[in-house]
């Protein structure tokens, strides 16, 4: 029976034998739970009802596309993350799935340490993305606000601090709390306590959302595409553990 603690995992592919092989390898990793298995649109929804954490959703379907029932699966199951697990590299889908709300993408071609690695980020509050696709949503962002800053955000961002200014560049540049608190020379402890203040002061619930707001802002660079592209680019705690 799983515990609390464990992590609930659905899975949605419409390759059978690749789930059950998916499902053993889910068995021998502590704290991750398979609660049900989907191999189309309608198992899925049905599975969602399961309420998971995480759904680990194969785009490529026998006779339809995963990214056709994605919203559904959210609407359902509101508090899981998705997470693209997939044999297709095309960047497009996967930026269409992100931009339906997906927040992690894992190619089959990756080893399964990687795969339980973005499981267990997402489930955290954190994203599984590359840069490239980082860009292209926060790009489109951009192009929604029309790069505007409206006077209340003005206020916001006037009350950060110096210390919280320099903690947001940090974050945009994609680093973790160990790397700011080395770089302030400040301790982890202190850098979640500006967190915590940031997210505050700008209304904004995780560092996914901060790292879109910094980039809409102006408070942080957008990241040059370069060769770290192919690299996962993890964007840490939730407000709850900043």
Known sequence: MP???DIRILLIDS????LTGLSALMASEPGLVVIGQANNRIEALDGARLMPDVILLELILENESGLDFLP????????????VLTATLDFNLHLRAVRLGAVGVVPKTEPSSTLFKAIRK????????NRSIMAAVISDLFRESGLEKPHPEAAKIASLTERELEVITLIGEGRKN???AARLFISEATV????TSIFEKLGVSDRLELIIYAYQHGLATLPNQSATDK???ELGETSHDA
């Open 3 to 5: 515990s609390t603690a």
């Open 15 to 18: 390759q059978r034998l690749f």
């Open 72 to 83: 559904d699966l959210l609407r359902i199951a509101t508090e899981a993350r998705i997470v």
């Open 122 to 129: 997402v489930h955290s509050g954190e994203v599984w993305l």
């Open 178 to 180: 160990k790397q700011i």
């Open 192 to 195: 979640r306590h500006h967190l």
């Open 231 to 233: 690299k996962s680019i």
